[in-house]
């Protein structure tokens, strides 16, 4: 599939998402239930995301020791807990994660 | 009643606050793009054509993992179906529109314009109330596609030994921050990580993403029943 193509219909199915329930379906069919567990979604997959790319290595190898972002992202994730702010986690996490690699 | 301009203008003051973390994502976005092998063109493209920061990071994830091009639709679809959650909730408000603005609105429905827009659509019953919306989400398609932009001219610039591909996982965790402190949110957070890295090398064609999205939502709904029952 073409770069393009992919695109295209990655696209198109999130346009779907958002327009489906919008235009298509009643809210009658969408109950609490559903609800509850769709709010539940963005801690469902975003680990999938932030998981792998911090404990294992370019090889796709579980890497434990000597790995500065799992001190980094611990970091960020405890800023982030006290701030609630997005910024401050983000540039936290990289101010961690470059004083451990160039200073330390 | 407000007129359309006030309340799309209304829109655009309220999502505004929200936009700040949305300037570094969008430069992130537009460096990794290139960094991962699209075209500026194709990485512009994608900003306008799926207009959805989170599932554009999770495509470039896995297109430089060598996924295939199914199991990337598929995960950019799990990734946004929190959006039928949006559309559900807002469409009490939007149902004595004319389909065309639907087709409009639907585009406009991101994460940050729904949070704020949803508070007030419900506040307010004016029948113009959905021009909140409109403006709340051209707020945000502005600082994104012209963040994706400065990110694709800033790409060339920035060494790859800064390692800034970690802005990545960082830019998820801080999207959950609020979640760490929700039991329930936690496990959900820890099951669904656990499987993806553990399984990243044995799920077949890089599903791992929705694999481990899917065994999290299992949790959230076993986890939200127990607690159900128990009260």
Redesign the interface.
Known sequence: MSNWALIIYCGLITYLTRFSMIALIKKEMFNDRIREVLSYVPSAIFPAIIFPAIFLDNSGSILIEDNSKIMAALIAALIGIFSRSIIATIFSGLASYWFLIFVV | MKSNLKVFLKGILDVSPLM??VV?FGLIFGVLAIDVG??PL?TM??SL????G??Q???L?L?SGGAS?LV???S?????????????????H?SDLK?IW??I???F?IDQAYAISNEYLKKNKDHNRYFHLVGAGATCWVIWQSTTFLGIILGAAIPEK??L?????????????????KF??VI???V???????G??YIPFKA??IV??????I???IL?KMIKTNE
């Not at chain 2, 960082?170 to 959950?176: C, D, P, R």
């Open positions: 700040i973390p570094p699209f075209s194709e493209g994608m054509i799926v207009f959805g989170a599932s990071i999770v495509l994830q297109f091009s990337i639709i598929s950019v679809g799990a990734v946004n179906s929190r959006h039928l959650l949006y559309g559900a909730v807002v469409s009490e939007l389909l639907k087709i609105i639907s585009y429905l800064l390692g591909s970690f802005a990545v996982p960082l830019t998820f965790l801080a999207l959950l921050v609020n979640d760490f402190r329930i949110n959900v957070i820890i669904s990580g656990l499987v993806a890295t553990f990243y090398n791992y993403a481990a999205g899917l065994t999290g939502l949790a959230a709904m939200t």
